[in-house]
């Protein structure tokens, strides 16, 4: 795993051989990047990485300056490495909470975010269920920009703030914009 850009740059981090999660490409990751830095900025800005999995996007966000970035991973193993890598780089940026995403976003939530990242299981029954949890619960401030990993066979066209879709090989990322 690599941080591409921001304080950490350059920085790698060996995954364990027998994690399940599969983390985002370095090109997919590089390309969301470079989309998202024309939408927001990210000094100081509130973020939210459901179904962390390494925590790449995490500590991409942090390393970029986001203020605070929430991490939800449900995964001990997942989770342990997330906080091995944060003790790592000394950041007092991430909060870490070792649970269900869906669950999460079905709780009443006290506080929004500027953006949200959610790379659920391509194999998730549920996945369509994401960006209607996310603005039924208001949870994506105005003006802020929520992204969701997924594979080609998921269509969130016809969803509500839906903004764009891009594709880089198998992974696919469709982008909302809550006005």
């Known amino acids: 795993m690599r941080i591409i850009n921001g304080l950490y740059r350059r920085r790698r981090f060996q995954i364990p051989a027998s994690f399940k999660a599969r983390p985002t490409t370095d090109f997919a990751k590089e390309s969301l990047f470079n989309v998202l830095s024309h939408l927001i900025d990210w000094e100081g800005a509130y973020a939210l990485d459901l179904f962390a999995g390494t925590g790449s996007i995490s500590f991409e966000l942090i390393s970029r300056g986001c203020r605070c970035v929430t991490a939800v991973e449900q995964d001990r193993a997942h989770v ?12 007092k ?3 870490l909470i070792k649970g269900d995403a869906l ?12 953006f949200i ?3 659920p299981p391509y194999s998730l ?20 920009v929520f992204v969701i ?12 703030f839906f903004d ?12 909302f914009v809550r006005t």
Do not use: C
């Open 103 to 114: 669950y999460f976003l079905n709780r009443a939530m006290p506080q929004s975010f500027d």
């Open 117 to 119: 990242f959610a790379d």
């Open 125 to 144: 029954g549920k996945i369509t269920e994401i960006p209607q949890l996310v603005f039924d619960n208001n949870i994506l401030r105005k003006g802020g």
């Open 164 to 175: 764009q879709r891009r594709n880089y090989g198998s992974v696919n990322f469709s982008f």
């Open 80 to 91: 342990a490495f997330i906080t091995k890598v944060a003790n790592e780089l000394k950041t």
């Open 149 to 160: 990993e997924h594979s080609k066979a998921n269509d969130f066209s016809t969803f509500p």
């Open 93 to 95: 940026s991430l909060s």
